[in-house]
T-cell receptor, first 114, second 112 residues
Framework: EAQVTQNPRYLITVTGKKLTVTCSQN?????MSWYRQDPGLGLRQIYY???????DKGDVPEGYKVSRKEKRNFPLILESPSPNQTSLYFC?????????????FGQGTRLTVV | EDQVTQSPEALRLQEGESSSLNCSYT??????LFWYRQDPGKGPEFLFT???AGEEKEKERLKATLTKKESFLHITAPKPEDSATYLC?????????????FGSGTQLTVLP
């Protein structure tokens, strides 16, 4: 089954404690991205990756890091989480950046930073 | 800067009561406009892509249309299972490789 898998689904952590949210896709997609979803603000892109070892900032990259060492994996790293990073996070993948490539989303990770 | 505005924020319909959701956009050259459905606690699920003004796409009770400034998602004779948040997103033809700019969504509730 084609899918994007995120882990964990729920996470409560304390300010400053480094964490990683994993994302893996099994569709051999080139393009992967991370979004955060906040009430009234919609989905905002954090980082994206066009392919292995190619990543770039989205709209709200501050406080986040990513890496793309393998095509299937695209982890999101919060080196020093702060309460304003409390949000619902989604990983997405698509065959390419092109408009005809529909994006497949993971189930989401609800992060709370206290 | 690309912008997407969806209205209304929330919509409550009786089962069978048809209506439309609106998505207004500004973008520096439209490559594509996307509609997604999002159920509570889940990631968005792709519905349609529209590329040019005048284009229409249909899927069951849903029909998406596109003009040069907005898109409509028409829901004909909705059922309770159509209850969800519907998201609109655009992709610009030019500029960065950033893929999609999303609106805040319309939360649709269909009452039995």
């Amino acid at each position: 089954e084609a899918q994007v898998t995120q882990n964990p689904r729920y996470l409560i952590t304390v300010t400053g404690k480094k964490l990683t949210v994993t994302c893996s896709q099994n569709m051999n997609h080139e393009y992967m991205s991370w979004y955060r979803q906040d009430p009234g603000l919609g989905l905002r892109q954090i980082y994206y990756s066009m392919n292995v070892e190619v990543t770039d900032k989205g709209d709200v990259p501050e406080g986040y890091k990513v890496s793309r060492k393998e095509k299937r994996n695209f982890p999101l790293i919060l080196e020093s989480p702060s309460p304003n990073q409390t949000s619902l996070y989604f990983c997405a993948s698509s065959l390419s950046r092109e408009a005809s490539a529909e994006a497949f989303f993971g189930q989401g990770t609800r992060l709370t930073v206290v | 800067e690309d912008q997407v505005t969806q209205s209304p924020e929330a919509l409550r319909l009786q089962e069978g009561e048809s209506s439309s959701l609106n998505c207004s956009y500004t973008v520096s050259g439209l490559r594509g406009l996307f509609w997604y459905r999002q159920d509570p606690g889940k990631g968005p699920e792709f519905l349609f892509t529209l590329y040019s003004a005048g284009e229409e796409k249909e899927k069951e009770r849903l029909k998406a249309t596109l003009t040069k400034k907005e898109s409509f998602l028409h829901i004909t004779a909705p059922k309770p299972e159509d209850s969800a948040t519907y998201l609109c997103a655009v992709q610009a033809r030019f500029g960065s490789a950033r893929q999609l700019t999303f609106g805040s969504g319309t939360q649709l509730t269909v009452l039995p």
